[in-house]
């Protein structure tokens, strides 16, 4: 049996039913605003409610991620669901860029980026991140942990070197600039209003 084919199982399915009522009753969401979250149709996740179907791995995982959750917080079991995240090193799923002028890595789970993302940047000597701008509303916080960086948001430019941060509105033009002949590394905190 495929990932795609896994279903959710007899007793799952039945905890998902009620957790997919109260969570959506609890955002206030109808089944119309679900489905364009989530991307599952709204016949569907009228039959989930109704304990009609039994939805597949996938289908589970994106209305989990919908409510910003894991497939384990979603069902509520506690053999499933764990206090503690890892977001393993070695773990290449949280490679954002990697090549020889940058390499960014996320901390934050996957499932946390609709409101807040947490990114470990390094940047090669004399190189540079440009970014278009963000959503409205978007900042960024910046803590040099190695090296120096130039940091310009809009009209905006400032220095910074070891154990500097700066925050800044990132709706706009931005560049994260390595002004040294030694590697950047900094941590990167997007938040969204």
Same mark, same amino acid.
């Given at each position: 049996?495929?990932?795609r084919?896994?279903?959710v199982?007899?007793? &799952?399915?039945?905890?998902? $039913? ?16 679900? %489905?364009?979250a ?12 109704r ?6 791995? %996938? ?6 991620? %919908?409510? &910003? ?8 079991? *506690? ?7 890892v977001?393993r &090193?070695?773990?290449?799923? +949280? ?5 020889r002028e ?5 901390l934050?789970?996957?499932h ?7 990114y470990?940047l390094?940047?090669? *000597?004399?190189?540079?991140? @440009?970014?278009?701008? @963000? ?14 960086a130039?940091?310009?948001a809009?009209?905006?430019r400032?220095?910074l ?5 700066? @925050?800044? @509105? %990132?709706?706009q033009? +931005? ?9 950047l590394? $900094? ?6 209003q």
């Amino acid at each position: 049996m495929t990932a795609r084919q896994t279903t959710v199982g007899d007793g &799952g399915g039945q905890v998902l $039913c009620e957790r997919v009522i109260e969570l959506r009753k609890k955002k206030g969401l109808t089944l119309d605003q679900l %489905a364009s979250a989530s991307g599952v149709s709204r016949s569907m996740l009228s039959q989930i409610e109704r304990g009609r179907a039994n939805p597949t791995l %996938a289908v589970a995982l994106r209305i989990a991620q %919908a409510f &910003g959750l894991s497939i384990g917080e979603l069902v509520d079991q *506690p053999w499933t669901a764990s206090s503690i995240e890892v977001v393993r &090193g070695d773990d290449a799923n +949280h490679l954002f860029r990697d090549d020889r002028e940058c390499r960014i890595r996320t901390l934050s789970p996957l499932h946390l980026e609709k409101s807040v993302e947490f990114y470990e940047l390094r940047i090669a *000597p004399r190189a540079r991140l @440009h970014s278009a701008p @963000h959503f409205e509303g978007t900042r960024e916080l910046l803590t040099v942990t190695q090296g120096r960086a130039l940091v310009e948001a809009g009209d905006n430019r400032c220095a910074l070197a070891e154990g500097d941060s700066a @925050h800044y @509105h %990132a709706d706009q033009e +931005h560049t994260i600039e390595n002004d040294s002949d030694d590697e950047l590394v $900094c941590f990167l905190v997007v938040t969204y209003q």
